[in-house]
């Protein structure tokens, strides 16, 4: 599957919808760690799920948006220009419709 990326490095796009990219501005280690992290707090949550332990699946999620928020993909923006944040939304109802539309013109 190819992954479509906004001009900006903002958003991937999957499905029709915009999806936060990680924050550029982070060192290849740090990058790493939090990527470690997210795995290893999406393996817990599986685990979680699979033993039917609700404090263990709410501690894993927790581990996930933290992981998450550290990578840029959640919470606070990492660019700095004042720009709008349109996670998941979907593209068609944002500014980078117009984009979008002509890059599936460009494909056929």
Known sequence: MDVLTTPDGRYLIVRGRLWR???????????????????DARRAVKA?????GSDDLAKARRAVNAAKVGLGERGPVWWTDGSKDFNRHLVRNTPYAEWFNN??????
């Open 21 to 39: 990219t990680a924050n550029p501005c982070l060192t290849a280690q740090e990058r790493e760690r939090l990527v470690h992290e997210l795995m």
């Open 48 to 52: 979680a799920k699979a033993a039917g």
């Open 103 to 108: 890059q599936s013109v460009e494909k056929n």
